[in-house]
């Protein structure tokens, strides 16, 4: 099938070129002409391990192509995806002027003649669909022919291409038959279930499974404050509770909360909208106030260890919000590393991927970015493991010790092992868990 995407972000781009994979001819459509150049020639502006060579190998088949023409992406295609982005606004709700846009604009290029269905990627409030319907009926010319429909993306960072790849279900959201129709064909290839839905629900399945991956995290960062006032082990409670198939073990990983360009944003989001729905959605408030706890639980404990941060080294592993991502948006351990600069610290940090865009957005300027995990170690008064990637839980922990002028270890993401610490001779602090009396 022929179809586009506008806006080749994250979520456009990652579609796309999964789109492509299987045998689909793709558009990218963004603005931003630099960009098109670069993808055009298979150079990706994201670190998202195994989308570089799925992007090469379908331009290369003539399967995938960039251009900054919406004209042309509506043309020659019977799908138009919208995948911009709906930033967060100072109160929480979202900000659709990009959405808003770029209906008018494929309102101003539908031709009568052509059928499109016109689908929504994008993470957007509930009740967007009708305003897009709305929107391309105003603009659009007399007899233009289209369909909306909602199909949210569920991908994750840092394993983008092979949840696009396989899905655990594909929502659409739609009230026509033809554009179902069409829909169902798209996705054929991917053979996963797929929920067929009104529009509205689709648009809401996206912020309440987003707020209730977060409502698991959040509760699982609070049974990990009960660990440590009582001794309990907060992984060994995980298990406990996540061996229950109702329940299950993923996304109860305890830690300095979540972070991202999605769960922030969307549980903001769900709030402000359950607010102008007139039914306030308070539960989400405490998941939020749960998450900005556990770095400040984690900031006390260092106080209680270091006293006084004024003028101590402070090494910080991990910038990123989580692993196997460049991404440092709404980074827990950005948050963390300011905390310790106000307090007068002086941090040393070291990423594997995120440390050109923290150069570039100039976040944290007074932070001193090295080369190496060990090099970022070199004389620290402490150690905070800040984001879970791989290579740190690799570090020779001996050569650490040596390297380190005190074996203070802060693990904000239970990535190294207590009863290993505390036999090599380290000062181990992690999130929920007993340390060296764990048997
Ligand atoms: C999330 C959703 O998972 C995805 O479905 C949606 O499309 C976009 O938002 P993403 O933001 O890429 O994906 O990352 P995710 O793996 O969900 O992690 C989000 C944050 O939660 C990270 O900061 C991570 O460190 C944290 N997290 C995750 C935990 O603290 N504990 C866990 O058990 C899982």
């Given amino acids: 099938m022929d179809l586009s995407i506008i806006g080749s972000g994250y979520v456009g781009l ?26 055009q020639a298979g150079r990706i502006p994201i670190y998202e391990p195994g989308l570089e060579e ?14 900054n023409s919406i004209e042309d992406g509506v043309d020659h295609s019977e799908v138009v995806f919208i995948a911009v982005p709906t930033p967060p606004q100072a109160d929480g709700s979202v900000d659709l002027s990009y959405i808003e846009r770029v209906a008018r604009e494929i309102a101003a290029v539908l031709k009568p003649e052509q059928y499109r269905v016109v689908v929504d990627k994008s993470t957007v409030p509930v009740k967007t669909g009708d305003k897009v319907y709305e929107t391309i009926k105003r603009y659009g010319k007399k007899g233009a022919e289209f369909d909306v429909v909602s199909n949210p993306e569920f991908l994750r960072e840092g394993c983008a291409v092979d949840d696009l790849m396989h899905p655990d279900r594909i929502v659409i959201g739609s009230k026509s038959d033809r554009a179902l129709a069409l829909m169902k064909k798209l996705y054929e290839p991917f053979m996963a279930p797929i929920l067929v839905t009104d529009i509205n629900s689709a648009e809401l399945i996206k912020h309440a499974a987003n707020s209730f991956l977060a409502l698991k995290i959040s509760y699982i960062n609070a049974v ?82 270091l006293w006084i941060l004024r003028d101590k080294k402070i090494a910080v592993w991990g910038l990123t919000f989580k692993g196997d991502t460049d991404d440092i948006r709404s980074s827990v351990s950005i948050e963390l590393i300011k905390d310790l600069i106000a307090e007068g610290a002086h941090v040393t940090a070291y990423d594997p991927k995120g440390m050109d865009n923290v150069r570039s957005f100039k976040l944290i300027p007074e932070a001193k970015l090295v080369n190496s995990a060990l090099e970022a170690a ?50 181990y602090h992690s999130i929920g868990r007993p340390g060296a009396t764990k048997s």
């Fill in 378 to 427: 070199q004389g620290a008064e402490a150690l905070i493991i800040a984001t879970e990637w791989h290579e740190f839980a690799k570090v020779d922990l001996n050569q650490l010790k040596e390297t380190l002028h005190s074996p203070l270890v802060f693990d904000g993401r239970n990535l190294l092992d207590p009863v290993t610490m505390h036999h090599l001779g380290f000062q």
């Fill in 14 to 39: 990652v579609s796309g070129a999964c789109f492509a994979e299987v045998g689909h001819n793709v558009i990218c459509v963004d603005n931003d002409q630099r960009k098109v150049d670069a993808l």
């Fill in 224 to 305: 990990s404050a009960i660990c440590e006032a009582s001794g309990a082990d907060v992984e060994k409670v995980a298990d406990g509770i996540g061996m229950d198939k109702r329940i299950g073990r993923n996304f109860l990983n305890a830690g300095l909360g979540y972070g991202g360009s999605c769960f922030p944003k969307d549980i903001a989001a769900f709030i402000a909208i359950s607010e102008q729905l007139g039914v306030p959605f308070t539960l989400l408030k405490e998941v939020e106030r749960i998450n900005q706890s556990q770095r400040e639980r984690f900031l006390k404990s260092l106080r209680n260890t």
């Fill in 54 to 67: 799925v992007v090469q190998r379908n331009v290369a088949a003539g399967r995938l192509r960039f251009t």
